[in-house]
């Protein structure tokens, strides 16, 4: 039980050389590319799968939104990949780390907020002063909502590194827990078994609902933007 808590999540390294590439690119070897006229029904699957969440997320955005459509597929298939990789024993999970998803967010929603200023400079600008301001609130209003804006990538980041780095922890110290207690109950040591066993499962979804979160979020920047 001296272990630290935070073991898991340091970066994971073979012969004195960090492997992050390495497993940061594996996800990709997942989702095969489809070869046949026919395809498999693992294929199938997966191409079901990310044509509805490709109509459902774009289904809001007009014809320059919509180029956005494979940048934004690849996005939520990377994060929700690595967020599930990391539940494998012995894994390691890029997600939890936050200039992983700083890096993810930042030039994404830099993207959006580029897009906007080029396309709806108007509207852009009208963000920052709402429609029917009293005149000693402008000045106050426009560094708020400045700052509301600045705020967003942040906000992108630490909810996915939060999100995923609570459940790790959880399912870390209750799998500690039911070690500790097979020597000295049988019955208790069973029940934090159990517990573990649903908190297993409710992580991944948990790992899929914030690979969707980011990505819609990152969505609703594009749409308020083109």
């Given at each position: ?120 400079t108007k509207a ?55 070690l500790a207690l ?45």
């Amino acid at each position: 039980m001296n272990e630290n808590l935070f073991s898991s999540f340091i970066t994971p390294t073979m012969m004195g050389l960090p492997i992050v590439i390495a497993i940061v690119m594996l996800p990709s070897i997942m989702f095969p590319s489809p070869s046949r006229l026919i395809n498999n029904r693992l294929v199938s699957i997966q191409q079901w799968l990310v044509q509805l969440t490709s109509k459902q997320m774009l289904s809001i955005h007009n014809q320059k939104g919509q180029t956005w459509a494979l940048m934004l597929m690849s996005l939520i298939l990377f994060i929700g990949s690595t967020n599930l990789l990391g539940l494998l024993p012995h894994s390691f999970t890029p997600t939890t780390q936050l200039s992983l998803n700083l890096g993810m967010a930042i030039p994404l929603w830099m993207g959006t907020v580029i897009t906007g200023f080029r396309y709806k400079t108007k509207a852009s600008l009208a963000h920052f002063l709402p429609q029917g301001t009293p005149l000693p609130l402008i000045p106050m209003l426009i560094i708020i909502e400045t700052i509301s804006l600045f705020i967003q990538p942040m906000a992108l980041a630490v909810r996915l590194t939060a999100n995923i780095t609570a459940g790790h922890l959880l399912i870390h110290l209750i799998g500690g827990a039911t070690l500790a207690l097979m020597n000295i109950s049988t019955t208790a040591a069973m029940v934090t078994f159990v517990i573990l066993v649903l908190l297993t499962i409710l992580e991944f979804a948990v790992a899929i609902i914030q690979a969707y979160v980011f990505t819609l979020l990152v969505s609703l920047y594009l749409h308020d933007n083109t």
